[in-house]
């Protein structure tokens, strides 16, 4: 079992940049493949990056690319969301998740399924 809090979301002028940090405790941080979803008002959520157990590799979705870096430190169980050159239609709740189950390369880490534990969410408002 882990719990996940999430932190470090608010409210930015389009361009502006905000660090998000999502807080593990319970079992062993570096167990866990863990990721981050956004979900907009009246949508589905969605994937926006994951972060292997080690922190060597890194999935992103296509809309973040170049603009987005997660990354973890293991020894605080902590991961990170980098958010850089953020717009408008940024805006959404933030969730951080971590998967305990399959392998890097074997698992389709951008579905929610893949996922047993999941923050309550920060909110990132991004103005235009």
């Known amino acids: 079992q882990v719990q996940l809090v999430e932190s470090g979301g608010g409210l930015v002028h389009a361009g502006g940049s905000l660090i998000l940090s999502c807080t593990a405790s319970?079992?062993?941080?570096?167990?866990?493949?863990t990721c981050w979803f956004l979900q907009a008002p009246g949508k589905e959520r969605e994937f926006v990056a994951a972060?292997?157990?080690?922190?060597?590799?890194?999935d992103y979705a296509d809309f973040v690319k170049g603009r987005f870096t997660i990354s973890r430190d293991n020894a605080k169980n902590m991961v990170y969301l980098q958010m850089n050159s953020l717009k408008p239609e940024d805006t959404a709740v933030y969730y951080c998740?971590?998967?305990?189950?399959?392998?890097?390369?074997?698992?389709?880490?951008?579905?929610?399924?893949?996922?047993?534990?999941w923050g309550q969410g920060t909110q990132v408002t991004v103005s235009s």
């Open positions: 998740a971590a998967g305990p189950r399959g392998t890097w390369y074997g698992t389709r880490w951008s579905v929610r399924a893949s996922y047993d534990y």
């Open positions: 319970g079992r062993i941080c570096s167990s866990y493949v």
């Open positions: 972060i292997s157990r080690s922190g060597f590799s890194t």
